[in-house]
């Protein structure tokens, strides 16, 4: 039911260190603990959201002890090539759920930035921005929902182009409503919440970066 509580799931008073992290960041938001889910689909579901408001958040390992957080919106997938450009490094991976779990405090299926066991950086799917989200809080069939733009915020995320469409998702998408693909050109920049996202196009010049 749009504004209300889903059918099956419920607001929360329970804490962990993500919702700690929430609090002590100063960010509005709202609890929701439902029951088990098996994916995506049900977890949209059980939040009362649709799927593109599931927002995932993976860790990606950039090099030796080397991690980044990546929130993608749930319709969507990592675009490594739009990644690896982006970061300008050739190579990038997703850890074991060992490795991830002791860089980040949570095991897999319960990851988020807040209240990581180390602060790594935050880097936000363009498309993210300017909804209300869900993201998970840290334990299994609980999350936390806010506004977009103030959790990007909060976590001090870059924003950029860095998804594609799920193959499931691009499939049953006809040609002519996909969005046009830029060939020649050079990938966004980073953006911060709140400022427009600049793309470079062929034969533009690059604007000088600050030192």
Same mark, same amino acid.
């Given at each position: ?10 607001? $929360?008073?329970? $804490?962990?260190? !993500? +919702?700690?992290? /929430?609090?002590?960041?100063? +960010? ?13 689909? &049900? !977890? ?7 799927? /593109? #408001? ?9 090099? &030796? ?31 074991? *759920?060992?490795?991830?779990?002791? *860089? ?11 209240? $990581? /066991? ?6 936000? #799917? &363009? ?10 809080? %840290?334990?299994?069939?609980?999350? +936390? !929902?806010?506004? !977009? ?29 996909? $969005? ?13 919440? %709140?400022?427009? +996202?600049?793309?470079?196009?062929p034969d533009t010049p690059s604007p000088r970066r600050r030192s």
């Open positions: 039911m749009p504004g209300g509580v889903p059918v099956g799931a419920r607001y $929360s008073t329970v $804490s962990t260190p !993500a +919702l700690e992290a /929430a609090e002590a960041l100063g +960010l509005p938001h709202r609890v929701i603990r439902h029951g088990p889910v098996r994916n995506l689909a &049900e !977890a949209a579901r059980a939040r009362g959201v649709a799927p /593109a #408001d599931v927002v995932k958040t993976l860790v990606v390992r950039r090099g &030796e002890d080397d991690f980044l957080f990546v929130l993608v919106p749930g319709d969507r997938a990592i675009s490594w090539p739009k990644l690896r450009r982006l970061l300008g490094v050739s190579r990038l991976s997703l850890p074991d *759920a060992e490795v991830a779990r002791q *860089a980040t405090g949570y095991e897999r299926g319960t990851i988020t930035p807040f209240g $990581s /066991a180390r602060p790594w950086p935050v880097i936000a #799917d &363009e498309r993210v921005r300017g909804r209300m989200i869900t993201l998970g809080a %840290g334990e299994h069939g609980l999350a +936390l !929902a806010a506004d !977009a733009d103030a959790i990007l915020r909060a976590l001090d995320a870059s924003v950029a182009d860095i998804s594609d469409r799920e193959p499931a998702t691009r499939a049953a998408t006809p040609a002519s409503a996909r $969005s046009p693909v830029r060939r020649g050109g050079r990938q966004p920049t980073l953006s911060r919440p %709140g400022a427009q +996202l600049r793309v470079i196009l």
